[in-house]
Structures are given as C-alpha cells and as structure tokens.
C-alpha cells in the first residue's frame, strides 16, 4: 500500500509540481512586453499531500570542500524542486553546518520553488569542521518556532547532509531533535572508508541520530556525482508522513486528568499547594486543540468536574482555570472518584488518538475500595500516578498506581514535599509514552 501510494504521489504530484516550477520560473525569466504588468503572482499552494515543515542541514565544512558543496546544492535544489513547495504544501528552509552552525533562511522566507532555488544559489560555503552534532542540537532548539514559519500539528523534518563523518557527537543531538519532535533523516555521502574509520569518533553515527532506526530514515549516495536519480526516491520518503514516527512525543501526544482530593483534612492553604503541583506539571506540556489534553476533577464524597479535556485548548487558559479552582471539603471517596473520572472525563474522549493518563492527588484514607476502580481504569488503557501525602496509606496508594508500581506511586509526608514529585512524574508520563510508541 505505502509504496502505491508514494509512487502514484510522485507521479502524479511531484511530477506536476516539477513541471509546473520550472515552467513559472521560464516565463518569469522573460518579462512580457505586451500590457500584463501585474506585479502581483499569485500564490502557489503547492503539492497538498506532502504538507511539512523541513529544515536540510547541509555540511559546510572542509570535509566537503567547495566543489563538492555546489554539487551537494544543486542536489537540494533538485529535491526541493519535486517537493512541490507551496503556501499548503511544504515549506523549506536551509542550515549550514561548519564550526557554527548557521540558519541560511527560515521556513516563513520562501513559499514558492523558484524563490527557494534562487535562496540555495546564493550560499556561501563556510569551512571549518563538520560539527553536525552541534548543528542537528541548533536546529532542534531554534529552527521550528512559530516566529520563524513553523505551521502547528505538521510534520516537523530536519534532513541533514554529511559527507564522510561528522566531527562531533550526534547521538545526543538525535536525542534532543526527538524530544522536541522532530523527525531526522540522515543522508550520507562517501561513507569513510577502512582507512579513515579510527578518526570517525562513532561509526554508528547514522543509526544514533535517525528519527528511528529502522531504515526509513537513512538514505546513502555513493557520492555528489549522477545524484539525479536519488532526488525521487527521497522525495518520496519525506512525503510518507504516516512513516513520520518521531512527529509525537509525550509533549504534544498525551490526555492528562489530575484528580484532586478536596476533602476536609486537606485544608485550604495545603489545597493551594496542591493546585501549583497540578499547575506544574500541567504547564510542562504542548497544551492545544491538536496537542496535549488537560482535565481536572476534585472529589470529597462527591466529584466535581473542574473542567474536561474538550473545554480549553491553550495552555494560558488551562492553568487560569486551574488557579481558580475552588476547595469543596467533605470527605474521602477516592474509589468512586476514579470510577467518575473514567466514564465522565475519558469516556467522551475513547477516540482521541492520545494516550491517557490520570493524576491522582490525596492526602488520606478512602472511606471506600479503590482497587477494584482502579482496575477498571488501567483496563481502559489508562495509566495512574497516584501522589500522596500526610495520611495517605501506602497501601491504597499502590493499588490505585499503575505498574510497575514503584515508579506510578509517590508520597511525602508534607504538602511541601510535593514540588519535587513533579519532575518525576513529567518524566514517568514521557517515558511511558516512549514505550508505548515503541
């Protein structure tokens, strides 16, 4: 099926994509003498089945040298030619790496082919050392913002170009550029030969840094000569976003409910803490229509629903409300709490494509049995945190905590104590994402 529809996208889109580029860019080289003086063309929307935002990375360094460096533009430019660039298609921009890394130009500069070969043209080669590590981590961090024309819930692409090897590290790159979401393709061009393979610092450099090692995202060229027949094949990997593995992370990929004891024993200053916890964990993540999702419950004997996963989509919003929530006091019914929050809060969302988690903060005894609900949850699909403090027996803890229940359930013996439990529980929600994509 996948490999179907690449090639009818290639023949159909990219071809017409291509045609279309260079025939624009032919008549705009000779400027009509009759009446049409229009200055204002109008804008291509380019190839709408390949819809990324991709930043190449090329390699500046002494390592390519000058000639080779032309070779390895018009390369680009040919790839970025059949892309078929367009307002609601790609859009493309450009790094080089060197010693220091340097954008070219953003994403949000060109919408159009010929703009973005004319931008290509006009590089200049950089020397220094092939420093991609440093480069792939620069692009990561700074490339996709929404400042600089990142478009939201779009594959975010960083193709980076190495001829031979880099001279720094680039696992921890690759490991930063899947934190933040985004995919890396590697293309290598004369891998270095037995001879030179003691200078290379990691011979698996291609596999630490890929999206996902799996083959989809390495693509190796011989060298910078007769690269004509390479262009397409590529083209054809970076528009099979469904392959896009590294486009979700725990950031952007997640529903999180936090259930939040408001019974007597707690108090209203202690209450007060307890919202900030929530309100620091909640703000760690991409909060919006097409990203994270969050939701609120406070329980005694009864629930309440603060607000549900559908009712705010920015991240402002969500911790406003979460501020204002209001303290109920009453007693402690963890039990049927959960049982609420699974049909009342999870329930209207069975479809969403996240992955489901809850929060549940408590500083006492149930007064009913929290194991059987809690059961019922993590069959759902829903994984729990359970946080307690003061009162909160160990026990009811780690029934209602998924497993492995050490790192699902948490307790400090103050209200204080809850500060540092946020950081592990942003990294327990991350990690679980992790294996669970895996």
């Known amino acids: ?113 010929k703009d973005v070969l004319f931008a290509i043209k006009e590089v200049g080669f950089r020397g220094g050392n092939s420093n991609t590590g440093k480069a792939l981590k620069h692009t990561a961090q700074k490339f996709f913002t929404a400042d600089t024309g990142a478009r939201k819930g779009l594959p975010k692409v960083v193709v980076v170009f190495i001829d031979g090897w880099p001279s720094d590290d680039i696992e921890e790159a690759g490991i930063v550029a899947r934190e933040f979401g985004v995919n890396v393709f590697i293309v290598s061009v004369a891998k270095p030969i037995p001879e030179e393979l003691g200078m290379v610092q990691d011979v698996a450099f291609v596999d630490k840094a890929v999206c996902r090692n799996n083959g989809f995202f390495s693509y190796h060229m011989p060298n910078w000569f007769g690269t004509t027949k390479y262009v397409k094949p590529l083209v054809q990997k970076l528009c099979t976003h469904e392959q896009m593995m590294c486009s979700k992370t725990c950031y952007n990929s997640v529903n999180i409910a936090f259930l939040i004891d408001g019974s007597s024993s707690v108090g209203d200053s202690n209450f007060r803490l307890m919202l900030q916890f929530v309100s620091n964990i909640a703000k760690t993540f991409e909060i919006s229509d097409i990203g994270a999702k969050i939701a609120a419950v406070q329980f005694t004997y009864d629930q309440r629903t603060e607000f549900s996963f559908t009712d705010y989509s920015t991240k402002e919003n969500v911790l406003a409300v979460i501020g204002n929530i209001r303290y109920m006091s009453g007693g402690t019914a963890t039990g049927d709490a959960i049982s609420f929050t699974v049909r009342n809060v999870f329930g209207p969302i069975r479809d969403s494509p996240n992955k489901n988690f809850l929060v549940i903060v408590t500083d006492g005894q149930s007064y009913d049995d929290v194991r059987g609900p809690a059961a019922a949850a993590h069959d759902a699909g829903i994984t729990i945190f359970s946080v307690g403090v003061a009162w909160a027996p160990l026990d009811d803890l780690k029934d209602m905590a998924s497993k492995p229940k050490e790192s699902h359930a948490f307790f400090t013996r103050e209200f204080t104590g809850l500060e540092p439990i946020v950081s592990d529980v942003i990294r327990g929600i991350c990690r679980d994402f992790l294996e669970s994509q895996q």
């Open 1 to 113: 099926m996948l490999s179907r529809w690449s090639a009818s996208f290639t023949v159909t889109k990219g071809k017409s994509s291509t045609q279309e580029a260079t025939g624009r860019s032919v008549s705009t080289a000779h400027p009509p003498t009759g009446k049409r003086l229009k200055k204002t063309p109008e804008k291509k929307t380019g190839n709408k089945d390949c819809k990324a935002d991709i930043a190449f990375l090329i390699d500046g360094s002494f390592n390519i040298g000058q000639r080779r460096f032309n070779l390895q533009k018009n390369f680009v430019g040919k790839v970025a030619l059949m892309l078929g660039i367009g307002t609601e298609g790609p859009h493309v921009g450009l790094v080089q790496a060197s010693e220091h890394p340097k954008i070219e130009f953003y994403l949000k500069n060109f919408t159009s082919a």
